[in-house]
């Protein structure tokens, strides 16, 4: 046995060669380091800065965000006949794949690495055992914080379910490995493996292992993967809430008169919803005490910031500044937030969120759908890019994901759509459509919406209190808003009301319909007469 391949829990040693992976040639293996001692190592290297709070910053280098024209899954028996192939699920041959591992563990020879024994899924029929293998110590912690946390007993098997290997130094080659450029994510569903390379944003490796889940939920437990934050409340009434970043997933989900489920990736099953994740990765730019004092207070010691700016003293976060990036984050473990689920686990949703941040300025904040629109807006997965986020992005720009998780979901969009649509008329869930952007006219006219307007629309329709108000139809989008909601000015439940220029919002409204039509088309052949209701019609 290679000596430098020992692991230790307390003074026992464990055979821990990582040879049956071919990293034989590895110096030396790290495992499962507590958090203390993979921020000390992070320091040491010089990588990392331990800032006023006591979290560690990092900075994740040339990727500041995932990649996904570089994400490819091996096509095999296996997965022929069920990934839903194209520009999302981009094939890549076993062979290829061979060979990206073989290369990564050559570059491994002579070097340290930190390993961690974690899973995924709070669901115990469903749980996929997993083992983290890093190049940066802090990537290790970024595990740590996001992945369920085994009990001593449960790490450290010798052969866990799945293995990821995140290698930011090495870098691929597009002919000899069949990738796009030298950064690469890989997921081989025979072998059980996903290996990352070229990049250290710390999101592939989480984004990697919720792809494995919406493959293996579906096809082997039959159980609904969905992109979404939940909690739940002292009753026992769970609420869900999709939507893609930059929407309010998180921040929303995060209410001190609730008790958080968890704040990204969850499942729905015969029992009810559960939390794929351990921890929770929101985004800190423009982060507010005020607006957000949850998780403002989580940023503390064992919380790893990541991209983020600095006042001159170089230790206090300064959350407006996105010199790095706007996709500034922070991941911390979920108990960081008071009164959060330590299951993981709740009944069915009473009410389900589909969040969107419209930055045309014309979608009403709050609606409620029937089963039709909650199908068309589910497959839709609107939201919008705003200018400045992206090189390029001048003016708002639609951005449509299917199943508000386009990027991470092998299978096609239908059956996704289909499994939701069958458990929310089982259990008889409230369908709302929410949208936390502009209001008064688009970006660069009108004003994002109040937060506190928001949390306001959100606890009056989990309370009832919208249930029995005279509604008004949009016209374009046929979408029922009410008219009054405690906490909200009336003239703010309905877009149009906001606008100076009536004849400037239609414009803008037949603009976004015409868009929602034309995305819509891809799934107009498998669509009900009910979906097709919803499709939005200019005036």
Known sequence: MNNSLMKHVGNTPFDASLDALNFEGVARAHWNLPPAKLILQTLLRGEGVLTRSGALAVSTGAFTGRSPKDRFLVRDEQTSDRVDWGAINQPMTSAHFSRLHEDMAVHLEGKSVFVRDAAVGADEQTQIKVRVITEKAWANLFVHNMFVRLKEEEVLV???????????????????????????????????????????????????????????????????????????????????????SGTGKTTLSSDENRMLIGDDEHGWGSEGVFNMEGGCYAKTIDLDADRE????????????????????????????????????????????????????KAGHPKDIFFLTCDAFGVIPPISRLNAGQAMYHFLSGYTAKVAGTEVGVTEPQATFSACFG???????????????????????????????????????????????????????????DLDEVKMHCDPVFGLNSPTTCPGVPSEVLIPKKTWKDVIEYQKTANKLADLFVKNFDQFEAAATPEMMMASPEKV
């Not at 207070?297 to 983020?308: K, S, V």
């Not at 259990?427 to 004003?447: P, Q």
């Open 158 to 244: 010798p052969n866990p379910e799945w293995t990821v290997l995140c290698l930011p130094s090495f870098e691929a080659d597009p002919e000899r490995h069949g990738c796009r450029q030298s950064n690469v994510t890989a997921v081989d569903f025979t072998r059980k493996m996903i290996l990352i390379a070229g990049s250290a944003y710390t999101g592939e490796i989480k984004k990697g292992m919720f792809s494995v889940m919406n493959f293996v939920l579906p096809t082997v437990h039959h159980v609904l993967p969905m992109h979404c934050s939940s909690n739940v409340n002292a009753s026992g009434d769970v609420a869900v809430f999709f939507g893609l």
């Open 293 to 344: 004092p949850q998780i403002f207070q989580a940023i503390r010691f064992g919380a790893m910031l990541e991209n983020i700016g600095f006042y001159a003293d170089g230790v206090t976060p300064n959350y407006a500044d996105s010199a790095m990036t706007q996709n500034t984050r922070v991941s911390y473990p979920i108990n960081h937030i008071p009164g959060a689920s330590i299951t993981g």
């Open 406 to 464: 386009a990027p991470f979901m092998p299978l096609p969009p239908t059956e996704y759509a289909e499994m939701l649509g069958k458990r929310m008329k089982e259990h008889g869930v409230r369908i709302w459509l929410v949208n936390t952007g502009w209001s008064g006219g688009g970006y660069g006219e009108g004003s994002r919406m109040k937060l506190s307007y928001t949390r306001s629309m959100i606890r009056s329709a989990m309370q009832g």
